[in-house]
């Protein structure tokens, strides 16, 4: 959807790949330090529409004080993730679709794999398993495919509202980025027997 949305973006992170890798070869986990504005349109996809804006719901075990306020122990604690997303006091706008923003060397927008993934002894056991594999997805599909919008119609992103937040169904066009692109993947798919 984002990269629809943002087709300039798009563009870059493709150039980024093709003079890594020539335009004929996939980009492999190895590939991830070397690809810089491709992690950084992960971090930004993580940051513009959180999964869980709200993480997981918590139980304080004693009496707290957080900043004046007091927190009497058994009260739930909910970790107001999109708030942290939507830093008001950010430097680039919250509400856009800018990667450059982690790539920022004057003012750094912290990685989001810092919040995305919970908090504490809970947090999630699965990050870099899920960091690896969808910078595999993201960067694969950006070497291989051109994602546009619909030819006709519009796309309005929407994402539903449980504790789980994810796009609605939209449509979109993907194409191979060339002949040899689109054999590449096939023979990708014959050789994992898809
Ligand atoms: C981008 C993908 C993923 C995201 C955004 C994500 C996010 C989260 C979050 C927010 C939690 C709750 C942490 C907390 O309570 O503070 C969690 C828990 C958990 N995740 Fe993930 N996760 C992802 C992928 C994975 C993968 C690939 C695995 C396993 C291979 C995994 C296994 C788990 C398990 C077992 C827990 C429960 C941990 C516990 O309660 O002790 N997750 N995840």
Redesign the pocket.
Known sequence: MAMALCPEKQWKAQEEIDALLGGDHLPTVADRDKLPYVSAIIKET?RWHP??PL??A?QTDKDDVYEGYFIPRGTMVM?NVWFIAYDADARYDPEEFIPERFLDEDVPTPDPASW????????????F???N??FVIVANILAAFDISLPTEGNLSPKFTLDLVSYPEPYECQITPRSDAMARLVESRAIQCNI
């Open positions: 993580m999964t869980l993480s997981l918590r970790p995305v993934f919970g908090f504490g002894r809970r947090v999630c056991p699965g990050r398993l899920a960091e594999s969808v």
